[in-house]
């Protein structure tokens, strides 16, 4: 099974898209043992994309061949992207979807019809987890990956007054976009069984 992560931007922020595939080690009882994800896709589109070509890229994307009635959508759906999200719900993709909207709280909460509520610092930490027990892997020759190592290095935890912590690019002019999409993808990649696979490819263990 494959995750598309999909971080809606505006103005002044890309639209980024990340897609990884779920590694189970198979054992001869019981539940198969999760073992990586691997990313095998991210990409920026470029700043003002209108949300229906946006749309109209995802749809392509999961037609794919190998991609096609495998792939679960995972959304951003804070802010401006809840009207993204029934656009795409309108589309007829052939595929399960999640709207995740990010938000500054503590705790996760599930909602209606695939919605759920994540703390940004959760995604965050999910990535750092994966990466620290060597469980995210990253195929060396895709086309962004420099992009999304950049903004792996320069995403932070900061806290601040009252307790609360900020999430996100440390930096004037950084973003996170492409890590934003890679989490959504992980958090939900994270919870279930690998069917398929795209094949080989050199990796980079992250």
């Not at 990884?20 to 920026?44: N, S």
């Not at 061949?65 to 656009?87: F, N």
């Not at 992009?147 to 912590?165: H, I, K, P, W, Y």
């Not at 002019?173 to 993808?185: E, I, K, N, P, S």
Request: some cysteine; aromatic content about 6%; glycine content about 10%.
């Amino acid at each position: 099974m494959f995750y598309l992560g999909l971080d809606l931007g505006q103005r002044v922020d890309h639209t980024a898209l990340a897609l990884v595939e779920k590694i189970e080690r198979w054992r001869p009882y019981g539940e198969p043992e999760f073992e990586a994800l691997h990313v095998r896709y991210v990409e920026r589109m470029p700043l003002g994309t209108p949300y229906p070509a946006v749309v109209e890229y995802v749809r392509r994307v999961l037609s794919h061949a190998e991609l096609w009635k495998q792939t679960q959508l995972v959304v951003d759906a804070t802010g401006l992207g809840a009207p993204v999200v029934e656009m795409l719900r309108q589309a007829g993709l052939e595929c399960q979807m999640w709207a995740v909207t990010i938000t500054s709280g503590e705790k996760e909460t599930q909602g209606a019809y695939g919605s759920w509520n994540v703390p940004k610092l959760d995604l965050i930490a999910g990535l750092q987890v994966l990466m620290e027990q060597d469980q995210l892997h990253v195929a060396k020759d895709l086309p962004e990956v420099g992009a999304l190592v950049r903004e792996l290095m320069d995403v932070r935890v900061t806290a601040r007054e009252g307790g609360r912590s900020r999430v996100g690019a440390d930096g004037r002019g950084q973003h996170d976009d492409l890590v934003m999409a890679l989490a959504l993808a992980c958090w939900k990649g994270r919870k279930v069984v690998k069917k398929i696979g795209l094949g080989g490819g050199r990796i980079l263990r992250m």
